[in-house]
């Protein structure tokens, strides 16, 4: 056989065997059970994973506050927050694996997971080339919404960003070919209920909310196909949604219209495939004021995992500032996860304490280095902040 044949065969193998994955995950989602009632969980399990880098500094902090806010739940046996161990860098390079054997099963044990930023190693790190942590824990977990609010009031920005977590470019990262030594190929999947469970999500986020539009953003005009199915799925669902209007965008004028001030507040809730959202949704963060003051959640109809927006910050660590990084996201975090688990006051409390101390009262400030203060400090504050008995009356004055 020609060495051209060999490398097609090759290629073909390869495409065979993910087409076979792809198919039997789409029966999965198919035949996926429906969304957990979190208030006839008994007790809800809550897990802290600690994370890399910064990670346990900042993770830690927003789990004293998790505490808490929870304690008298925690008292009567109704919640349990336990610790998960196992996912540092180290102990992944170890095992070989981007999630150790008996680290999922944990997992599986908790209802929601909290978790620091975990370290992906890419080429010329001391680390085996592992698949990203993140990336598999959303796949296997199946949490297929990643939903990342953002909001300056003062600026008229008030956007909830659900992007899709377990397809299009990112679910076959790891799993592209080099047909030969010249030719690399990646593969992109959207699939008819992927797309349909996060576009769904979306336009009932907006219709509790009292939203009329949904935006749908992709690259439909290039990317025909994949994409191509994204829209029309997006247009299939809107078709259900009377009174909610769907409004499409590209993916490059989107980016540019963020920058917009007269146009980017038109925005509300924006649905779109896992590459476009990455990109979005940490342009968006920066108008809050950096990626240190977003939370993310990662949601599936069993499992919910909360996160930051940003990663380990290897370099604040290695400069030795790790101890001053600001552990409003994974606060943040915290906020979507008491709410999606039924704590909804203890939620809107937190999130108040949050913008009056970092948005508007600003006694103990961050700057990532030596000249301001520590995630703990600022995290006391937080604290401080929470006990104040007229904490809503407070926080309702910055807003007029
Ligand atoms: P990063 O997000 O870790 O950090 C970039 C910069 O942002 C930092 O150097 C720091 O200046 C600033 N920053 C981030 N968080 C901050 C905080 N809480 N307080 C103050 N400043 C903060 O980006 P990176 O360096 O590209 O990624 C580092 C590692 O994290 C990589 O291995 C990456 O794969 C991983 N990562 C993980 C996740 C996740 O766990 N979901 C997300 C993104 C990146």
């Known amino acids: 056989m020609s060495e051209r044949r060999e490398a097609i065969e090759r290629a073909m193998a390869h495409f065979e065997k993910l087409l076979a994955e792809q198919m039997d995950r789409v029966e999965r989602m198919k035949a996926a059970e429906d969304w957990i009632d979190y208030s006839k969980v008994d007790p809800i399990v809550i897990g802290v994973v600690g994370g890399d880098g910064i ?3 900042i993770s830690g ?3 004293k506050v998790l505490e808490y806010l929870l304690r008298n739940e925690v008292k009567a046996g109704k919640v349990e927050i336990r610790n998960i161990a ?9 095992a070989m694996k981007a ?49 990342r609010p953002v909001k300056v009031p003062s600026q008229g920005i008030d956007w909830i960003f659900f992007r ?3 397809e299009g470019a990112y679910i076959l990262g790891s799993q592209g070919l080099n047909v030969n030594d ?28 009292g939203i009329d539009r949904v935006t749908a953003v992709t690259k439909a005009n290039v990317i025909k196909t994949s994409d191509g199915k994204f829209l029309e799925v997006a247009r299939k669902v809107a078709e259900k949604y009377p009174g909610i209007e769907l409004d499409e965008w590209f993916i490059d004028i989107m980016a540019a219209k963020l920058v917009d001030p007269k146009r980017r507040t038109q925005f509300r809730v924006v649905v779109l495939p896992n590459l476009y959202g990455d990109i979005i949704t940490d342009e968006a963060a920066e108008f809050q004021g950096g990626v240190g003051t977003a939370g993310s959640a990662n949601i599936g109809k069993r499992y919910a995992m909360f996160e930051a927006i940003h990663g380990s910050a290897p370099r604040m660590v290695e400069e030795g500032r790790a101890q001053y990084a600001d552990p409003s996201s994974m606060m943040r975090a915290a906020v979507m996860l008491l709410g999606h688990i039924g704590f909804v006051e203890e939620a809107k409390r937190l999130e108040m304490a949050l913008d009056i101390c970092s ?39 910055y807003q007029s």
């Open 359 to 397: 948005q508007h009262e600003k006694k103990v400030v961050l700057t990532g280095r030596q000249d301001g203060a520590t995630g703990a400090e600022f995290a006391d504050y937080v604290m401080e902040t929470l006990h104040d008995p007229d904490l809503e009356g407070k926080w309702k004055g």
């Open 55 to 57: 990670g346990p500094y």
């Open 61 to 63: 902090e927003a789990k």
């Open 86 to 94: 196992g996912l540092s860098i180290e102990e992944r390079a170890r």
């Open 164 to 166: 899709e977590n377990t």
């Open 99 to 147: 999630i150790p054997d008996g680290v999922i099963e944990e997992l599986k044990r908790c209802h929601a997971i909290l978790k620091g930023p975990l370290t992906t190693p890419k080429k010329g790190d001391p680390w085996p080339n592992l698949e990203s942590a993140n990336v598999a824990m959303r796949r296997e977990l199946d949490l297929f919404a990643n939903v």
């Open 182 to 209: 010249e030719i690399a190929f990646d593969f992109k999947v959207i699939t008819n209920p992927g797309a349909e469970r996060i576009v769904k999500l979306a336009f009932e986020h907006a219709k509790k909310n």
